[in-house]
Structures are given as C-alpha cells and as structure tokens.
C-alpha cells in the first residue's frame, strides 16, 4: 500500500507530463507530439521491472476504475517508463476501464497491440469484456460484430459465442439474444447448447416477463432440448417469484422421476416453494431428506428454514435452527438476523438480538441499520432509532441517504422538526438529496 500511495502522490504531481507525452500511442487527441523516451523524464518510481509486480499494476488501475485516462496515462507509463511488460490480465483490466466509459476505439487499438504481443494475446475473458461493455452501451450490432471478430484471434468457439449471449441477456438484451440463437445462429452446433438455453431463460427471469420464460421453456421441450439441474433449478425460481410455488413443487416432484440429482441450490428453490404452497413442516420434511441423500444444507438453506418459520408466527422453533447453524458449523449471515429482525416486535427483543449479532463478527449491512431505524420510527420509539443510529458510526459506517431519511422520519413523526432540520442540512453538506417534506419546508430539485 506504500507502493501504491508513492505512485498516486507523485502521479498527481507529474499528470500534466503525462498527458503531454504518454498517450500518443493511444489517440492523437491527447497529443500533438509523439512520446520519446528521454533520460530527463521524470518517473513516478524508479524505472527498474522490480519496483512494479503485476499486483501492484492491477491494484493500482483498479483505484482509476472511475477515471479512464488517469488509468491510460498510469497504463502507459509503467510501460514505457518502467519498463514493466504489460500481461494480457493488465491489458484485460484496462479494457474493462476504458469499457466502462465507452471508449471502444481506444479498446480495440489495445487489442491490436495484445495480437503482436506473445506474452499478452487476447483471451476468452478479453471478449468477455467487450461483449460486456457493448451491450451494457446497447450497442448489440456492435456487440454481435466483435463475435465475429474473434476468429482474427482463433477464439470463435462455442465458449465466446456463450459469453456474447450472457452478456446481452445480462443487460436485458434477451430478445436480440433469442433471435440471434434460435434464428440467426440456427445452423450452429454446439456440445452444450443446454448452457445456452439455460442463459437466455436467466434472461427472462431477470426481466420478470414470465409469460416469455413459460413459452422458452415450452420451446426447449419442441427442440429436443435435454434439460439439465441447472435448468430445472431456474425454472422453479420462475415459479416461485412469479407467485406460483406450487408449480415449483410439481417440478420437483417431475425431477425425482427422471432421477435427476439435486444440489444445494435446488433443493434451497424446494424447500422455499414448499413452504409457501404446503407449508413450513413439508420443508423441513425436504430439509430432513437432503440430508439424508448426503446433500449438505448451506446457510441459504437455514435462512430459508428460519424465515419461514418467523413468518409463520414459529419464534423458538426459528431460535432452535438458529442455534443448530452454529453446531453443524454454518455460522449465521446478515440475513439470518434480518429474518427475526422482520417478526419480532419488541423493541427489546430486537435490539438483543442485534448486540448478538455484532458481538458475533457478523457485520450489519446499511439496509440492516435502515430497516431497524424504519421499523422503531413506526412505531413511534425515538430512543432505539439513535442507539441504532450511534452503532451504526462506531461500526464505521458512514449513513447513506435512506439511513439519513429513516432517522429524520423519526424526528418528524415525534414533532421535533428542528432537530430533523439539523440531520437534513448534515444530509446536504455531505452531498445526499433529501426527499420533500413538508414539515421541514423542503422542496423537489425538479419541480
């Protein structure tokens, strides 16, 4: 980290010199001049292959994700200057950077450079980002394009085919990336085109067009489609989201039949679904039976278990799986404690079981301080609001704009206004948007 501080600080002070000098091989808008090494040149480190490991390059272009040409300008000059030789995992980070903020001709003159470089050729995960950043841009011709360049680079295969997929379905794409599998790319053949059906059915249940994720499933039965557990696995989370658990259920029970061997992760979407269309006993029955198959649970599986037994009204049956986590060595999450943190209701009883939580290593999230100052503020309890409040900073978490408008709610809710209007002008000055109020006379930026 001292390595690192080196090179910001005196990175910040030579940053006009590098503007001027290190990015002509990039784009000549950022220099009218070609760079010439010189033994004047004043560098960030001292210019041995020693002072930077590849580490130290991908920590450090890591710290200008959010700065594309701070993070070109330090790409260039460890190069030129350091004589550090770039890998294609650093060229690979770079990418990502300059994808980030769209600039595609700068990316593919990169990948120009990676093609002549033997110890930095253009990979799988290279495209990976292109696909990525282009689709996240909706440029899908472009996306679809840079498929189809990757047999300059012998990486037109099954594998980059995939990734161009999870990508435009993975910015809600799904429609292009439908048409380009089932219609365009028909005559294709792959060996595991189930993990591409699988991808593209992902994409509608990330789109919650459920009517769409029943006709693609429908449509892999047409197509001879061999489903997998992934597959499966999917689709009974469709059901469930999509309030028909019972269906899940049914898929179960169809699973079992064929033989199909679940995991962890599928039999988590059972016990779940189970629980709502048959109720929380028939999931602990299918919680008994993985065990018994030798199917280990996760903490997913406790939390399942214990939110359904909270929901039911189940309290100290909750406590009892709460404490057999520990024994079995599944230590409690965040969300194990959110679970009881939504049933109990006594300001009590919950802040105990918070102390507990933080007492135990587990760390609470700002959605964890937002929900408990919410849930005290309805209830009209303004002592517990702060001791969330002040835990919340000796945790050293800084409040967000929801941990903000949770406790000045609460303030409101009690008639202390100027106490409220205090927290809103802290709220300002650190930058967060208040919502209007009218007790507090604020008003929306837009009107």
């Avoid at 059915?201 to 892999?220: A, I, N, P, Q, S």
Wanted: glycine share 4%.
């Amino acid at each position: 980290m001292a390595m690192l501080s080196l090179i910001s600080a005196r990175h910040r002070n030579s940053v006009r010199c590098i503007r001027r000098t290190l990015l002509y091989p990039f784009t000549e808008s950022f220099s009218t001049k070609p760079f010439k090494p010189s033994e004047q040149s004043n560098p960030i480190i001292p210019p041995n292959s020693t002072s930077l490991d590849h580490s130290n390059v991908r920590q450090t272009l890591s710290c200008y994700a959010n700065d594309w040409k701070r993070a070109i300008e330090f790409f260039t000059w460890v190069q030129i200057q350091s004589g550090f030789n770039h890998t294609t995992d650093t060229y690979n980070g770079m990418i990502d950077i300059l994808g980030k903020f769209f600039e595609f001709d700068l990316i593919w003159d990169l990948i120009k450079r990676m093609k002549e470089d033997p110890i930095a050729y253009p990979n799988h995960v290279t495209f990976r980002i292109v696909f990525k950043r282009y689709a996240s841009a909706h440029l899908v011709e472009e996306a679809t394009n840079a498929y189809y360049r990757t047999e300059e680079f012998g990486l037109m295969d099954e594998t980059s085919y995939s990734n161009l997929i999870d990508a435009l379905c993975e910015y809600k794409h799904v429609i292009e990336a439908e048409e380009l599998f089932l219609v365009k790319s028909r005559d294709l053949v792959f060996k595991d085109d189930v993990k591409i059906y699988n991808v593209i059915l992902r994409g509608w249940f990330k789109m919650g067009w459920w009517k769409k994720c029943r006709e693609f499933w429908e449509e892999m039965d047409r197509r001879g489609v061999c489903k997998s557990l992934y597959s499966y696995s999917i689709y009974m989370d469709i059901q469930c989201k999509s309030g028909k658990p019972w269906r899940a259920v049914k898929l179960y029970k169809e699973m079992k039949k064929k033989g199909i061997r679940l995991d962890v992760v599928a039999y988590n979407t059972v016990i779940h679904a189970i629980g709502l269309s048959e109720g929380v006993d028939f999931s602990i029955r299918v919680f008994r039976e993985m065990k018994e198959v030798g199917c280990e649970p996760n903490v997913v599986t406790y939390n399942t278990i214990v939110k359904l037994l909270c929901e039911n009204g189940r309290i100290r049956d909750a406590y009892r799986v709460f404490d057999q986590m520990r024994e079995k060595g599944c230590a409690p999450n965040v969300m194990t404690y959110h679970c009881f943190f939504g049933c109990l209701e006594k300001p009590k009883q919950i802040l105990s079981m918070f102390d507990r939580m933080i007492n135990r290593g587990v760390r609470p999230r700002m959605d964890t301080y937002v929900m408990l100052m919410k849930k005290f503020g309805r209830w009209g309890f303004l002592r517990p609001v702060f001791i969330v409040w002040e835990k919340m900073e000796e945790q050293g978490c800084s409040p967000d704009a929801s941990a903000y408008s949770a406790l000045i709610d609460a303030l409101v809710q009690k008639g202390l206004v100027d106490e409220a209007r205090i927290y809103e002008e802290e709220m300002l000055a650190k930058g967060l948007s208040p919502k209007p109020r009218v007790d507090l006379g604020t008003k929306p930026l837009i009107e």
